[in-house]
């Protein structure tokens, strides 16, 4: 098994900035990729970006070139930057991890996912 925890969450202005951050405990060893996803008010959960082992990343096109999602493997930590920020980010933010490897291009279903985060809030709003 493994916990994940998300922490960053927040109330910002349109143009901010934030970083979310997951702390990943338990069988680590276990997930060969991790995502961020995010559920919108009345629409289904989302990816936003992912990243596997080696490093190479996805993103949702709305969120390309604003978004960077990194990780620290010696922390067991993953983060989200969020740049250029705007209304339509807002969400509930969930950390993701996967037991099975992942090899398009794009951010995988969350049918993929084996492990959730309890998720945290992102607001965007004036």
């Known amino acids: 098994q493994v916990q994940l925890v998300e922490s960053g969450g927040g109330s910002v202005q349109p143009g901010e900035s934030l970083r979310l951050a997951c702390t990943a405990s338990?069988?680590?060893?276990?997930?060969?990729?991790m995502a961020w996803f995010r559920q919108r008010p009345g629409r289904g959960r989302e990816g936003v970006a992912g990243?596997?082992?080696?490093?190479?990343?996805n993103y949702h096109s709305s969120v390309k070139g604003r978004f960077t999602i990194s990780k620290d493997n010696a922390k067991n930590t993953l983060y989200l930057e969020m740049s250029a920020l705007k209304p339509e980010d807002t969400a509930i933010y969930y950390c993701?991890?996967?037991?099975?490897?992942?090899?398009?291009?794009?951010?995988?279903?969350?049918?993929?996912?084996?492990?959730w985060g309890q998720g945290t809030q992102v607001t965007v709003s004036s």
């Open positions: 993701a991890a996967a037991t099975r490897r992942w090899a398009l291009t794009i951010v995988p279903p969350d049918t993929w996912i084996n492990y």
């Open positions: 338990g069988d680590t060893g276990s997930t060969v990729y």
């Open positions: 990243i596997d082992n080696s490093g190479n990343a």
